[in-house]
C-alpha cells in the first residue's frame, strides 16, 4: 500500500514539474516579446578586439534609470563585466567604477559613465572595448523600474550587511544582520553611495551580492514564481539583436549547475581629484593582467594567483 502511495506521488509531483516545464516554454514567445532590441549597439567591426577564446562569452551589464534611447540624460550606474568561460564552470562578475577615469573615444578622458549619456551603448561598448582589450559578446541594459518588479515576483532576497549603516540621501538605516530586501528596498541597498567605507567601491560589492542573491532565490522558486519573474525581467531588458530567449534558455541550461559567482571588482588606485571631480584612477597594469585573463579565458588561474575576489557575504 504504502509503496502504491509512493508511486502515485511521484507521478504527481512528474505532472506539477512537466506542467510548470510546459508553462515556462509556451511562454516563450512572450518573454521574447517583452525583450526591447537595440539596433547596431556594437562599433564597427575594425575597431573591436578579437572574438574570445573558444566558446566563451563575455557580457556587458549596465543598471540604468532609463533604457537606452529613452529621452533625458542616460546614467548606467551600474557597469559589470560577466564573463561565462568556455567550460562554464563558474561565473565571474567584475564591476567596472562608474567613475573610472578612462579615454572616451571623441572626448578625452573622463568618467566611463560619461560615454553613455554621449553616445549610448554603442560608446560605452566602444570604451569598454578599447579600457579593457576585451570584446563584448553580447549587451544588456535593466531599467530600474523593473529590478523593483523582478525582487517582487520572487518574494524578495537576502543579504547579510555587517554592521548598522546608515544612508543619509534616502533616509534609510540598514541594520547589522540578515536584511531582506524588495522591490524598492533593493533599489536603494543597491544604489546607496554615500556614508559606506568604501563609497562606490561597497555599492559594488552590494550590487553584486543582489545578483548574487537572486540567483540563489531562482533556484529555490517555484516554477510559477520563476514565471513571474521572466515576465518582468524581460520586460525591463533592452539588449543587442542577438540575444533570443533560446540563447538566454540555452545558458541557463550550460550554466545549471553552476551555484555561486566570483566577484570581482577593476583593480585601481583609489579616488582621486581631477579638474576638480572625483574620479577612480585604473592601476593599469594589474587591470591589464586581469582582463588579459578574461582574453584567454584564464581568469580561474588568475584569480587563484592574484585574489582580488570581492566578499559578497559581509557587506556594509
Request: overall charge neutral; aromatic content about 8%.
Amino acid at each position: 500500500m504504502l509503496r502504491r502511495f509512493l508511486i502515485i506521488a511521484g507521478l504527481l509531483v512528474a505532472m506539477v514539474l512537466a506542467g510548470g516545464f510546459a508553462l515556462l516554454m509556451q511562454r516563450q514567445s512572450t518573454y521574447d516579446g517583452n525583450i526591447r532590441r537595440i539596433a547596431e549597439p556594437f562599433p564597427v567591426e575594425s575597431e573591436r578586439p578579437p572574438k574570445p577564446v573558444g566558446e566563451a562569452q563575455n557580457w556587458l551589464l549596465i543598471g540604468s534609470d532609463r533604457r537606452p534611447g529613452e529621452a533625458g540624460a542616460q546614467r548606467a550606474d551600474t557597469i559589470m563585466i560577466l564573463h561565462l568561460p568556455a567550460d562554464r564552470a563558474r561565473i565571474y562578475v567584475i564591476g567596472i567604477p562608474r567613475d573610472a577615469y578612462v579615454p572616451i573615444k571623441g572626448h578625452g578622458n573622463d568618467k566611463i559613465n560619461a560615454s553613455y549619456a554621449y553616445g549610448g551603448p554603442k560608446l560605452l561598448i566602444s570604451t569598454v572595448e578599447r579600457f579593457t582589450g576585451v570584446r563584448i559578446d553580447h549587451f544588456a541594459a535593466v531599467d530600474f523600474a523593473g529590478f523593483v518588479a523582478m525582487t517582487k515576483a520572487i518574494g524578495g532576497i537576502d543579504v547579510y550587511v555587517s554592521r548598522t549603516t546608515h544612508d543619509p540621501m534616502n533616509k534609510v538605516t540598514w541594520r547589522q544582520g540578515a536584511v531582506h530586501l524588495e522591490g524598492e528596498q533593493t533599489l536603494l541597498f543597491v544604489r546607496q553611495r554615500y556614508n559606506l567605507p568604501g563609497g562606490d567601491f561597497d555599492r559594488i560589492r552590494r550590487q553584486q551580492a543582489v545578483i548574487k542573491a537572486m540567483g540563489k532565490k531562482l533556484r529555490d522558486s517555484s516554477v510559477f514564481e520563476i514565471d513571474a519573474f521572466l515576465q518582468e525581467a524581460t520586460k525591463s531588458l533592452s539588449v543587442d539583436p542577438g540575444v533570443s530567449v533560446s540563447l538566454l534558455r540555452d545558458l541557463a541550461i550550460e550554466l545549471r549547475g553552476v551555484e555561486d559567482l566570483t566577484a570581482l571588482t577593476t583593480p585601481n588606485t583609489g579616488s582621486a581629484m581631477v579638474k576638480g571631480a572625483s574620479v577612480v584612477k585604473i592601476d593599469k597594469a594589474q587591470a591589464d593582467r586581469l582582463f588579459e585573463a578574461v582574453r584567454q579565458d584564464a581568469i580561474a588561474r588568475y584569480v587563484e594567483e592574484s585574489g582580488g575576489i570581492n566578499d559578497t557575504d559581509l557587506l556594509y
